[in-house]
């Protein structure tokens, strides 16, 4: 770009008039580019082009806006942190708000998953959660417990750890051969036993069993951890079926292997809870959690562990270092006040009980679009929906990609496609009257790209 150039682009906030330089993540750059969907700004439901043009968020930005948009409590938290304490170190010192937020989020948390690690994304988080794993158990005298287990189609992120115990083949396969001594459960989607089901799947327990047969051919004595994300969310919404996560407990519990829940998605009120782990009854040994912490303002992740995984570290000479693992900007005071303002106003709306209301008719609007062209499967648990269209013949995700781009462009609708898959996940404020006006904009897409 020339300096010119760079400077006009500099200038113009709203409307860029270069679109070049930047390299979009998980986007297809150069359709984008062709035919941009840029949002200037937004307010609670909605965002807004820069040409005034109203979109509904049907997706909470990325499954994370919960509070919905630049809500005036949480919008004066940032803007008064900022000018009070721009920045404090972590790494031997701390600050106020910090100590809160860690203390607020234990409360919401299951059991006795007390402490909390803080980190700036869900991939961080991921990370985290499979490294204390792995140093718990050094802790324990038991170091050759090393294995890590996810699931195919779990998404824990785009670390490396992520990606090896992620199971998003297309996350994958460009990236080397990933973490060593990583194995995989099956999916939990199954549409000829499933299709149509309205929340949890009767189908599919026994697919916990999975790990017996997993413990059988490496040895318990040598697996760290399980990971899963309660529902899976990125690969396309799969509802947990009924009874499975306990199922995964009770293994975990029999053989002596740590349970992560990754919550980056189902945390903070999506499925009607705090965090899924009390929805479906189940303690695991650690969440991670992102997103909703602070409703997407300021990015803020982080780990919750059980206290005996926090007390086991909290050994040897009092002056060293127990956890050689950090970020310069975990706990960052920005996100600190983000979150405390976020979590006032979850509690003060009573967010997560709205959700919980909700979910019925979310459900009923969502199913409504059942017998439409092309749609093969419909899922929805809390206030999560997710629309399966066929493919066109030689070209998968095209017709997704369309849905997506045609709902921005034509329909004042935003929401995420994984292949044709649609995916909805408003955020918690949503009003019955907009679930109608989701439900309908998403049938008229899914005509117009019959
Ligand atoms: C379950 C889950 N884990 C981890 C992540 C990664 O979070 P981030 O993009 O903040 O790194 C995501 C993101 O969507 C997620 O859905």
């Known amino acids: 770009m020339s300096p010119a150039q760079g400077l006009r682009a500099a200038n113009d906030v709203t409307n860029p008039n270069d679109l070049d330089s930047w390299w979009l993540p998980f986007t297809a750059n150069r359709s984008f580019k062709a035919r941009p969907r840029i949002v200037a700004r937004a307010k609670d439901m909605y965002y807004y082009t820069a040409d005034g043009r109203q979109v509904m968020d049907g997706s909470a930005g990325l499954w994370c806006v919960n509070a919905g948009h630049n ?17 404090a170190p972590a790494f031997q010192f701390a600050h106020p708000k910090g100590f ?4 607020r989020l234990a409360e919401l948390a299951p059991g006795d998953l007390d402490q909390v690690f803080f980190c700036n994304s869900g991939s961080e ?15 324990q005298g038991q170091g050759q417990r090393s294995r890590l287990i996810g699931r195919e189609r779990g998404y824990h992120g785009v670390g490396f750890g992520g990606i090896s115990v992620g199971g998003i083949v297309a996350n994958r396969k460009l990236f080397g051969s990933l973490l060593a001594g990583v194995d995989h459960l099956p999916h939990t989607y199954n549409r000829a036993e499933q299709a149509f089901s309205r929340g949890e799947p009767e189908w599919g327990a026994h697919l916990a069993d999975d ?28 509802p947990p079926p009924k009874g499975y996560l306990k199922r995964l407990r009770q293994i975990c519990d029999k053989f002596g292997i740590l349970l992560i829940f990754d919550e980056v998605i189902t945390g903070f009120g999506r499925t009607g809870f705090a965090f899924a782990a009390e929805r479906y009854g189940v303690v695991p040994d650690m969440i991670t959690f992102a997103k909703g912490v602070t409703s997407g303002t300021v990015p803020m992740a982080g780990v919750i562990v059980r206290r005996g995984i926090y007390d086991a570290f909290m050994k040897g000479p009092e002056h060293v270092i127990e956890l050689f693992h950090g970020y310069t900007y975990s706990g960052h005071p920005l996100a600190c006040a983000a979150a405390l303002a976020t979590l006032d106003v979850y509690r003060d709306e009573k967010l997560f009980e709205r959700a919980r209301s909700l979910e019925d008719k979310w459900a009923d609007a969502i199913f ?7 749609v093969l499967d419909i899922r929805t648990i809390g206030l999560v929906g997710a629309v399966d269209l066929a493919s066109r013949p030689d070209a998968v995700g095209q017709r997704g990609y369309e849905a997506m781009d045609r709902a921005f462009q034509e329909y004042g609708l935003m929401f995420r496609v994984t292949g044709d898959t649609i995916a909805l996940s408003p955020p918690l404020i949503v009003t019955e009257d907009q679930i109608g006006e989701i439900a309908d904009k998403v049938g008229k897409v899914i005509r117009a790209v019959a």
Do not use: C
Request: net charge negative.
């Open 100 to 103: 809160t937020v860690a203390s």
């Open 368 to 374: 409504s679009l059942k017998g439409l062209p092309n």
């Open 71 to 87: 809500r005036d409590p949480i919008v004066s938290a940032i803007q008064a942190q900022a000018a009070e304490l721009d920045f």
């Open 211 to 238: 790990l017996e047969r997993i413990v059988a051919l490496h040895d318990a004595s040598t697996i760290a951890a399980v990971i899963v994300e309660p529902m899976a969310g990125s690969t396309g919404v799969l």
């Open 125 to 139: 988080a991921g990370d985290t959660a499979l490294k204390i794993a792995i140093a718990y158990w050094h802790t």
